[in-house]
């Protein structure tokens, strides 16, 4: 990418940075009049919340570039492994077993979920190596499918089964995904895998980069299957399940972001992995303070729900514009 | 040397001996399914399969070091993003750990090499075929390989890109590099190449000079068809009546 874009990125980060912090239910406006209690709110509330949403949705961006990269598809998104969903299994299990009343235990069995997604895939998935990274790339998708399909029933199930009126309630919003009421712990337990995650996604850049000429010629380039499998596997893992973990299921980001900075970028799956990080960072601070400016009542506008809403119509586009190459 | 020692992949060859050498053109040629793109890219050691280069087993190379020794170009070579000719090239350049500066050079030089310099910047999807199969053509020598192994470079290509392309080949070899072409078309092995392996039903069923290996009954037993040679050594042309 060049400089001019990442220097306009960054300048629209930094300008968001501040607004997101300052907008919500209560306006602090730096120049006014002194707000009561604005130090616990910066602080407490929307500062975490803020670095969560830089967290999750930069994870989320470049886990999105890396998954089109390595399916060799516009149309993929981070989901596509069926870890998100599993990870929200053990997420729902932890409000079905009360064990949520424990703070470490809803985002301690979404990455146990995650980390089981990751484990069947190789189990089911990994030894396909040996055909070439095509027909590995073809097995992991439909084992990612049949992963998610799977949880998403279970999910259903334990919902259907929920003791009580309370847990159902909790399951229900959580699924939409949101950083509201985010604390500094949740942070601190996203952060650095997401961050390990966006790191094993970057090695992976130039296999992704030689995987653009295809199976073959990325082999005869030196690229190692078994290799970019695994950081794929734990790369995207490691990002979606500590999304999950704190946020619930955000849908969208990897699939919208890498569409959107691709044109300023030479178009290497390589090359748009950072970028798509900042995109995909600057796209959920942006969308998580407007969910917190809509007027609503009975709450807030849960993020999930305000990314898809915004996804659909963009994925619609997509499909529009396919449409139209092939035509 | 690039030999494969009764190289048997199972289902496409069985007990296949191929012997390539630096500075000499090789012609694969055979029937479809003969199992011709299979030898080759078991040469690029893409298959489990006891190829050696001289004299040191390819699959016990590690990878980057056999990429930069041996430059494969597989057919079809669909690109899966609308990368600029420029990108698509400097990808050549992904198995060596070399400076900004020499990648530079070494893509630039390539893509002069393949007429290419006017076009850098152009996207690969609005390329005509034959110069896509020019900048795939050029990704591989951007990797400045001591061997170049091409699936079918020439298919798809009108009389004077395929007459442009064996040329540049030929120079490759002059220049003392080993270059195997997977061919369909026997009069371009029988007049470009210096070497040609005969391969049917997944064995090698001749190899040796083209002028003498490529004889009528050959063909007759190969591909089933009554052909005879026309004209004189290196413009040679087959009537199939």
């Known amino acids: ?327 | 040397m690039l030999r494969a020692h009764a190289l048997t992949v199972p289902g496409r060859l069985h007990g296949v001996d191929v012997a390539l050498q630096r500075g000499r053109i090789t012609a694969i040629v055979g029937p479809n399914g003969a199992g011709k793109s299979t030898l080759l890219s078991s040469l690029a050691g893409l298959t489990t399969g006891d190829v050696t280069l001289d004299d040191r087993a390819l699959a016990a190379m590690a990878g980057r070091d056999r990429a930069q020794t041996i430059g494969f170009l597989p057919q079809g070579g669909d690109v899966a993003w609308n990368l600029s000719v420029a990108t698509l090239v400097r990808l050549g350049r992904l198995p060596h750990r070399s400076t900004r500066a020499t990648d530079d050079r070494a893509v630039a030089a390539a893509l002069s090499d393949m007429a290419l310099d006017a076009l850098a910047a152009r996207p690969v999807g609005t390329l005509s075929g034959g110069e896509r199969a020019r900048a795939l053509l050029a990704r591989v020598l951007a990797g400045e390989p001591g061997w170049v192994l091409a699936d079918e470079p020439l298919a798809n290509l009108d009389l004077a890109h395929a007459r442009a392309l064996l040329r540049h080949f030929r120079r490759l070899a002059d220049a003392g590099k080993g270059v195997a072409l997977v061919m369909h078309d026997l009069a371009q092995a029988m007049n470009h190449a210096d070497h040609v392996v005969v391969l049917d039903k997944g064995r090698v069923a001749a190899s040796g000079a083209p002028e003498t290996t490529l004889d009528p009954a050959l063909v007759a037993r190969v591909w089933g068809i009554e052909a005879h040679w026309l004209g004189d050594h290196g413009a040679r042309a087959l009537a199939c009546p």
């Open chain 1, 1 to 327: 990418m060049a400089p001019r874009w990442w220097i306009m990125l960054g300048v629209l980060l930094l300008l968001a940075l501040p607004l997101s912090l300052l907008a919500g239910q209560v306006w602090i406006d730096p120049f006014g009049p002194p707000v009561p209690g604005a130090v616990p709110i910066l602080v407490e509330l929307r500062a975490p919340r803020a670095a969560l949403a830089l967290v999750i949705g930069g994870g989320l961006g470049a886990a999105g570039a890396a998954m089109q990269g390595f399916l060799r598809n516009p149309l993929a998104d981070p989901g596509l492994f069926g870890i998100a969903p599993l990870a929200a299994l053990g997420a729902v299990l932890s409000f079905y077993t009360g064990a949520a009343i424990q703070e470490w235990a809803l985002p301690g069995f979404a990455l146990v979920g995650a980390g089981l997604a990751m484990a069947l895939l190789v189990l089911i998935a990994g030894r396909a190596t040996d055909g070439g990274i095509g027909r590995g790339i073809t097995l992991f998708t439909l084992a990612g499918m049949m992963i998610a399909s799977l949880a998403g029933a279970l999910t259903s199930l334990v919902i259907s089964l929920s003791p009580n009126p309370f847990a159902l309630s909790e399951i229900v919003t959580w699924l939409m995904g949101a950083l509201e009421n985010r604390s500094w712990h949740d942070v601190a337990l996203a952060a650095p895998p997401t961050l390990i995650g966006m790191v094993l996604l970057m090695r992976a850049g130039p296999s992704l980069d030689a995987l653009s000429l295809g199976d073959a010629a990325a082999r005869s380039l030196g690229v190692e299957p078994a290799r970019l499998q695994a950081l794929m596997v734990l790369g995207v893992g490691l990002v979606v399940g500590a999304g999950v973990a704190v946020a619930g299921i955000v849908g969208f980001v990897g699939l919208i972001v890498p569409h959107l900075v691709r044109p300023l970028t030479d178009h290497r799956p390589g090359s748009l992995i950072g970028p798509s990080a900042i995109a995909g960072a600057l796209l959920v601070l942006i969308a998580d303070s407007a969910c917190r400016l809509l007027p609503l009542t009975g709450g807030e506008l849960r993020l999930g729900i305000a990314l898809s809403v915004l996804g659909a119509p963009f994925f619609l586009m997509l499909l529009l514009r396919l449409r139209r190459d092939l035509a």
